[in-house]
């Protein structure tokens, strides 16, 4: 048994890929390590829990922590940490940078630290596709300068370079993955895909930044999840791996594909003022994942059916997310923002 230590798994993610893990290596023992922050969520894993009693341990916990992680690390004996923990939105990135650099870079400072105190044999850092900033024209490819424009971006990008330090410098065997927009189950629906959904499934205006015409390489959930795993599995040490379907779409359009889905009119889209600093488009050049032999199995529209539908059939996890905190939040980020057209 290999004992696997998932931080951040109660997140969107993170999740998906724990359930994918135990579902895909049945030598696998998965601890997941997570603060449960509002994006954390045990009902994200309440179906794992249930079915992988003998292979699944939870542990509540700060990546910041050093003494916990050390911990965790050393009670259930792990090999290997794979770290989705992360705040992860712009928008909140853009109201309170602090938790961000505190969790996306001093946090991944600790992991790293453990890793090369007690001498893990695999560190593997999930990324994003946002670290190379706007990418107008082309496609990014790991080799590009970073080049990070909001707070969450340059906070990543701090984690990913503290990887590559602490491969360079101290030999910790760390891989790193790139990957672009996630959709599908489990999302916290203050991101653009769930809160568009739900918001039409309850006929709630649609906030849609500026004139829409931003893209975004919207790649299904467990897609993603295989490509991280792959990585893990056959990636090099060193090096840095993009993982992304390979096809742009503009936000206007992932909206329409909703509404059209849902049946639900174009009415309901609200245009509102754009998000400061809003990379125009992300592009990834994904050939260096595809030689280790992994390809995504959806399309956008296979990967937007999936997720709408999911979103239709499971009110009971999202209904009661939008509730209490969420509402201050939604209040703060869009009231007053309406465009009249
Ligand atoms: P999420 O916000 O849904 O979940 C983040 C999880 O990390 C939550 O469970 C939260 O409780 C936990 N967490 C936050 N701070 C923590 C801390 N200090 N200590 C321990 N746990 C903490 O995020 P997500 O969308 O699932 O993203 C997961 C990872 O993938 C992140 O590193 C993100 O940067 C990266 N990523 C996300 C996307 C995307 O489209 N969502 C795309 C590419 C990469
Ligand atoms: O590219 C990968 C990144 O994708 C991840 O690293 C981030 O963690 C994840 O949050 C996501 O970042 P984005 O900013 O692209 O995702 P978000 O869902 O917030 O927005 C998607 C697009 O939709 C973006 O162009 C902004 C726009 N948008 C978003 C919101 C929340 C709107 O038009 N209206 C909205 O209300």
Redesign the pocket.
Known sequence: MKTVLI????????SNYVRYALQTHDDWRVVV?????Y???LDNLRDVAEAYKDRYIFVR????DREAVVGAVRAHDVGTII???????VDRSLMEPGSFI??DVY?TYVLLEVARELKLERYHQ????EVYGQVLTGRSTEEDKLHTRSPYSAS?AGGDLMCMAYYTSFGVPVTITR????IGPY??PE?AVPLFVTNAIDDIPLPLYGDGRQQRDYQFVLD?CEGIDVVVEKGQLGEVYNVGSGTETANIDMTHAILDLLGKPYSLIQPVTDRPGHDRRYALDTSKVRQLGWSNRHSFEQAIEQTVRWYVDNAWWWRKLKTGEYLAYYKRQYAGREVKE
């Open positions: 931080t951040g798994g109660a997140g969107f993610i993170g390590y997570d603060k449960l922050t994006a954390g969520n916990g700060d990546i910041a770290n989705f923990a992360a705040d992860t939105h505190m969790t946090g999930v990324s994003t596709d990543k990957g672009s927009n996630n999302q916290y991101k993603h």
